[in-house]
């Protein structure tokens, strides 16, 4: 039993190693494009070598037993509900202002098709 | 009681004085650079006449809103954009009659630990100019520290107040999570930050965080500061064993000898643990980089910002506006963040961090029923050089351990001056339980009185004479 349960840890590490060699170029290329950025040669080959060493780094939270805990997702315990009502909001002028590019209320971008 | 120095008290009252202080402000900031704006007179309308902050100047980091003031977060990306309107929490001083006179420089984002990370300046430490001021607040850090200003804003998602604090040898104050408002905050990873406040002395901190917490309409998240019903007389103090490995030289030293003094003082000093405060830069930078990522989608060039003109459909003016805006450290963390949200990673990385965060909490909430607080040193380094002589960014991470720990945590921890090492100043931090800031106000406090926060050798107070 207890053999079992220590080869199944190793299994899920290994799996886990061999994951970061996984963040190849392509594996990066990817993610840039799901975060909408795009990176030159030059800067893929900068971040890889940063992103590797972080994915590597977070490879040590493996070693903690998390079996029995929940997730912490925020720290507020109780959600703050409030009235479904309408209310004045007299800013959207000065939100406008901020736009690069106005016609009269609409903000300008590029033709979609 | 005496909150803040007499010469700061109603100053925007008095011409002549005033006039004095901004030679003196403007002099010392072209040697530190703390101010990416700074322009005394321009919100001065906005504040009440009267209130414990009348007439006094405070400086606010610059990804917190005060209108009509710039808000570039230190990114290309928002280097013209004007904030509409003003955050919550400095509504809340201007009500009391303080005056913001600028906006203090950080790491783009509050992303990094050095200040160096601003894509728009380069502020220095006031104790050695060719070291950094710490950050992401480091701005705020080097104006409190210069005597430009009694206090700062600043935000800490993971120590970015106590730590450029501690680097500038003022007070840093990380306060409970929620119970500042983050309304006008922009936003980097929302489950961790929380405005705080750099200052010279203890007790302005306090007034400020008096002024400043409480639930607010506009932030969901936001709480009904509700003090601890008691602070003992005496208090015990609980050092983690985890705590004393990897430490700088003077580190060490100055985290042993604040044990000593805090015998001496009459503190009872025990030993704890806190076993997972291995795991928790990890789970740190997991939580932190996978939230900024969906929260910095929504600098897109679209509705504000800088945009990329010449695209030809709303997909590369996103891609240009946002590769072109953007620096090196925060697309880093961007990528991060998407890679550990992205299907088929999200258990290993994000659901494991956040048990991890349960497992964080729960240690110290085992630790607190033992103790009142908890001591730990803010940085595994002192100040450090700028760039190639300094501390790689990697290991500038892992160095944030001490720090961090609290934000996972959403405990309050206040950094406090503890001692000089080689002629540039070591912080220290307490770390309380939810709500226990009057705690950590006392024990800073006590031991303000045999070392006050030191004068760096910028600080001059001679314009009020």
Redesign the interface.
Known sequence: MMFSIRACGLTLRSRLCLMCPGMDREELYITAHLARLELSEEEIDRFQAAVLQLLKYFDKMMEMDVENLKPTTQLIENNRLREDVLSDYDMTDQLLQSAPELEERFVVIPNVL | MIYIEDHWQGLFLKPQQLKKWKKYANSADKKIGAFLQFKPDLAHISSAEHGELEGVPFAVKDNIAVRPFKLTCGSRMLKS??S??TATAVKKLQARGGVVVGKTNLDEFGMGSSTENSSLAKTVNPWDLSRVPGGSSGGSAAAVAAGIVPFALGSDTGGSVRQPAAFCGVYGLKPT??TVSRYGLVAYAS?LEVIGVIAKRVDTARMVFSIMHGQD?LD??S?EYQPLPEVPEHLTVGIPIECSRDLHYDIDKSFKKTKDTLGELGFTVQEISIP?L??V???Y??IATAEA?ANL?RF????????A?E????E?????S??RG?G?EV??R???????L?SG?QD??Y?????????I?MDFEKAYSGVDLILMPVYSYPPFKFGGDGLD??SQ??ADIFTCTANLA?IPAMSFPASMENGLPIGMQFLAPPFGEELLFKACSIFEKIFPAPDSPIYSTEWSE
Request: proline fraction near 4%; hydrophobic fraction near 40%; charge should be positive.
């Open positions: 954009l004007n509409p309107y999570y929620g489950s309409d969901h998240s709480l997972s291995d795991y830069v990890s789970a930078y997991v990522s989608a897109d060039g679209i509705r504000f910002g800088e945009r003109i695209a030809d459909n709303p590369e003016l996103i891609l240009l946002r590769s953007l090196d697309k880093l961007i990528l991060l963040g998407t890679y550990v992205r990673f290993q990385y659901l494991r961090a956040q048990k991890i965060r349960t497992a909490r960014p990697f991470k892992l959403g």
